[in-house]
């Protein structure tokens, strides 16, 4: 790989399907299928520009060290992982979802301190502060929804789409901690060395994402 390469950081699974088509529309597409390959590193169709698929938990950490120049993230892992890291210059208005709080049906307001289970403990710290709540957390990296029934928490705050997981499980959304899309990032050096071919690719981003929603 060659310094003067541009690489781009995709996140994987339902956000990758929303990205493709948006990127195809901005003219970047990868030469092979993503999907139907083992490779985690893609030449695509404009000279100098690699695409990654990684987890979207791992696409901040690679931005912000310069790894790859600019990423596709959901907010709900850039706010976890601190917006400071990385420029946030476009949002793609892809995988909208809400980053929420949820309790049992039916529960009673908590007379002590509230055990919030999460996988985002930073952005749960943060908003409960925030509201002057004191809570106690409790560090999940899965099957959040069967914290509450199984005793480990009275609440938990994760991604709600539809709210069905939420419902399957006994459990109903509450306060909206942030809404939540997959944007952009771009690392802070690459910004300024690579400045003319990002911000090509931003414009025409741009473009794909103003297309979509007119
Ligand atoms: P739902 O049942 O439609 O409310 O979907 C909730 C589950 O889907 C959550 O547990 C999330 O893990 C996942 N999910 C939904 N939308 C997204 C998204 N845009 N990005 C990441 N995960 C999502």
Do not use: H, W
Request: net charge neutral; hydrophobic share 45%.
């Amino acid at each position: 790989m060659s310094s003067s390469d541009l690489i781009i950081a995709l996140t994987k699974g339902r956000i990758l399907d929303e990205t493709l088509p948006l990127f195809a529309a901005a003219g970047i597409e990868p030469v092979e299928d993503i999907a139907k390959s083992r490779k985690l590193l893609f030449e695509s169709n404009v000279p100098g520009v690699k695409l990654m698929v990684m987890r979207g938990s791992d696409v901040p950490t690679y931005v912000e060290f310069g790894s790859a120049d600019m990423g596709v993230a959901g907010r709900d892992l850039i706010l976890e992982y601190g917006t400071e890291a990385f420029y946030e210059p476009l949002d793609l208005g892809i995988a909208k979802c809400r980053l929420m709080t949820a309790r049992p049906v039916g529960a009673p307001p908590p007379t002590e301190r509230l055990r919030v289970a999460t996988k985002f403990v930073n952005s749960a710290k943060r908003y409960f502060a925030e509201q002057g709540q004191q809570i106690e957390l409790i560090k999940l990296n899965g099957a959040l929804e069967l914290a509450p029934s199984m005793g480990l928490a009275d609440a938990i705050v994760d991604i709600v789409d539809t709210g069905n997981t939420l419902k399957a499980n006994g459990l109903e959304a509450q306060e909206v901690i942030a809404q939540i899309s997959s944007r952009i990032i771009v690392n802070k050096a690459a910004m300024k060395m690579k400045y003319e071919r990002i911000n090509d690719i931003l414009a025409r981003l741009r473009l794909a994402v103003e297309a979509k929603v007119s």
